[in-house]
């Protein structure tokens, strides 16, 4: 009698056929890998992920028995064997590195990537597979029951495919060996995603019922336009809305002549930047048969704006946002069961035409290796890709995202829009852009757009004291000054009479739902014409929708100085705005870091060149080029992988050290820790004197009692404060969190101040009342 072979058991008591699921799971991740010409590596990875299930003792182990058995070792064993891979793909020496990339994803496809290493290193891929030859539990005549149900396909690869083409496309050892450090991590998002819809399907079919289809690309194209028609019908004819609409159509029209590559779209703040390059992106889309739309922003603070902007022009079901803050409580109070369901389903595999994400989700993602990170992979092949202030990318990290950059276009199908406000010299750091800008050219746009005037306050490099700064910025009717340091904005704001009407904080010490009730009243004193004065750190910078006559900012780079003053005169109310460029004291300057070391060197270079606008192109270019260093080739590439990622990823394959690349790929300080904080804004709250958020509260007090705490911890994002590792030990020593499933939770909310955010023992606890 035939053995029933299973990979798993519903809650329903039905058993899975095993050959089902690696025929299914095979199929998903072939389909998956056909995006980047590799569906034969994809179909194999998942016809074998699982081929240990047919062990006796995994299969007792299913059922219900307390048997310790492993079962991804013998596909990656069996991948690895020079017969089994030769018959499979081809006999080149290429095919090996192949194979050997597809035994690294099955071996993986549970705990994540692993350093390849040697048999000496513990954790090692290599020490796991060479104890598994000499291991009698992992002997093939433990499995050799799949040989009954499954076949070994030939799925031949030729040396001239495209897959091929684009790993040897240079005569380079070190681009070849990250071309293929960068496939395998692709195919791992293949399998992983693969092996979850499959597990899904047949273990949570409700969550497979089928929902609205999402709208067709083209659908999102002519539904843009349509918005786009009324936006400019109901706009006065001025300047600005001329050059406005001329962005817009030189968008459209380029989208269409220009074939996938690296774009940069240089265009003044305030010239309509986010809909011109969607519409570009979406047009382009359109003509290549490219996927979907990926825009990518570098701060929090602005990606709620600009996900409801795409969400008014394309509507509500389009727009997936992935960030840490997102709040699911507005998608399941506007989407039904099933449509909400699916959103949380997208956040994990990016399967929406728009995804809205950060800066650090996208690129920590694609030097990740863990596999809840990594199962969207593959669906960035064959995007349109927009970087939203692509200047602000970090330094110490530039070499290595260009290069992710350059192989999604290259070996992806993907077109990737650099979006700056400034130009930064990418030609200059050895990369041709194409500028969308033909006509008009960013020149005559910055000319156009000019809404302000730079002031130096006092002589470049003496310093202006915080008492100084406090009197300018009183002596404003609405002013915002912008710091550099979260500790120098509450040193800042401590200077003020706490009776002084309309004064407001911004920074990371407040909870991200903090934050944006503060802008809304920013906003609102605003429009309004009542008295403004907000003291910020760089979080407003990147593209927050407000509008001062004055703006303070604290010596630091060039682009951060144009992008402070984007926030400054941005509708051309006034003749021009002023941006008031100041020397902090100590406290004010990072102690190291980007700006402490190279930035203000650059922007007092450019400065003592004695030039009119600091802000020019001209200028702009001058100092990116000083700044990256790349007067000197040898020490620019040191500066722009301070990590040495670019050295870890270009070692000869099988070598590939995944999981220390993820360890050192961090583009925030990874010295920082989150604390939750329960605490409600109080024109939020429904008792007025209980600063305790009801939700907060529910969902801390479910975390110990959910299957997956996960998903409760992203509900608790809008409520968490990143601070320093030994600021979390001073608040924990004195009693003030508490451990709650794997998150901090401040149980004091006297330590929250309503002004200036959580505070830590050695600050004064009394509560700042502000008139708002």
Known sequence: MKKNYIARINDHGEEQPLKAHLLGVAEFSRSFAEAFCAGELGYAAGLLHDLGKYKEKVQLRIRGHPIKASHSTAGALTIGKDAVWRRMFGTAAIHRHLAQLVQFVIACHHGGLRNYGSKDEDGSLCR????????????????????????????????????????????????????IAFLGRMLYSCLVDADTVDTRNFCH?????????????????????????????????????????????????????????????????????????????????????????IYVIPLTSIIEQTARQFRKALGRQAVLEHHTNFDFKEVEEHLGEAESRRYKLSMENWDAPVIVTTSVQFFESLFANKR????????????????????????????????ALEELVEGYG??????????????????????????????????????????????????????????RILSEHQALCIVNTRQHARRLLERFDPRTEGLFHLSGRMTPRHRMAVLKEIRKALCSGKPCRVI?????????????????????????????????????????????????????????????????????????????????????????????????????????????????????????????????????????????????????????????????????????????????????????????????????KAGLLRYVQGVWVLNDLSYYDPAAGLLTPDDDTTPTVYIF
């Not at 289809?213 to 009324?230: A, H, K, Q």
């Not at 593959?378 to 970087?387: K, P, Q, T």
């Not at 809404?451 to 130096?456: A, N, T």
């Not at 958020?693 to 529910?698: I, K, N, T």
Request: proline content about 8%; overall charge negative.
């Open 414 to 471: 993907c077109s990737v829009v650099l979006c700056t406000a400034t130009q930064p010299a990418w030609s200059a750091l050895g990369r041709e852009t194409t500028e969308i800008m033909d006509k008009p050219d960013p020149a005559e746009l910055y000319e156009a757009f000019r809404r302000v005037q730079v002031e130096i306050l006092g002589d470049p490099g003496n310093v202006t004291t915080d008492a100084t700064i406090a009197e």
């Open 205 to 293: 079919r409700e969550m497979a019922i089928d929902t609205t289809p999402y709208p067709t690309i083209g659908e999102l194209s002519e539904r843009l336009d349509r918005y786009l028609t009324v936006r400019f019908k109901n706009v006065s004819e001025t300047v600005v809305n001329h050059y406005r609409k001329a962005i817009l159509d030189t968008c459209r029209r380029r989208a269409i002549e220009l074939t996938p590559r690296i774009f940069s779209l240089t265009v003044p703040t305030g010239g309509g930047k986010t809909l011109s390059s969607l519409a570009f992106a979406l047009r382009h889309a359109v003509k290549y048969d490219l996927s979907r739309i």
């Open 372 to 403: 809840s990170k990594c199962r969207k992979l593959h669906n960035i092949a064959r995007s349109v890709i927009i970087l939203d202030e692509a200047q602000s990318l970090p330094r110490g990290f530039l070499e290595p995202c260009l290069r």
């Open 128 to 179: 796991r597979l060479t104890e598994a030859l000499h291991d009698p539990e992992e002997q093939e005549s433990l499995w050799e029951a799949a040989w009954q149900e499954i076949e070994l396909p030939e799925l031949p690869i030729p040396v001239n495919s495209p897959l091929i083409k684009n790993l040897t496309k240079q005569p380079s050892k070190e681009v070849y060996c990250w071309k």
């Open 536 to 732: 910020s750190t760089q979080l407003i910078e990147a593209g927050v929708d407000v509008d001062f006559p004055v703006v303070f900012r604290a010596m630091a780079g060039i682009d951060s100085i144009a992008q402070a003053a984007g926030r400054c005169n941005r509708e051309g109310k006034l003749a021009a705005g002023r941006v008031v460029v100041f020397h902090p004291e100590t406290h004010g300057m990072p102690t190291k870091g980007w700006i402490k070391e190279t930035a203000i060197e650059a922007w007092n270079s450019i400065l003592h060149s004695g030039a009119d606008d600091p802000l020019s192109p001209i200028c702009i270019r001058d100092y990116f080029e000083r700044a990256h260093g790349t007067r000197d080739p040898e020490a620019s590439a040191k500066l722009r992988d301070e990590e040495g990622i670019v050295g870890l990823l270009t070692r000869v394959p099988p070598d590939i050290p995944y999981e220390e690349v993820a360890r050192r790929f961090k583009l925030i300080d990874s010295d920082m820790e989150a604390v939750v904080v329960p605490w409600c804004p109080p024109g939020q709250r429904s008792n007025p004197e209980d600063p305790l958020d009801p939700d907060a509260q529910r969902l801390i007090e479910s975390l110990p009692h959910v299957p997956h705490p996960a998903v409760v911890l992203r509900q608790l994002q809008s409520f968490t404060v990143q601070i320093y590792k030994h600021e979390r030990i001073g608040l924990e």
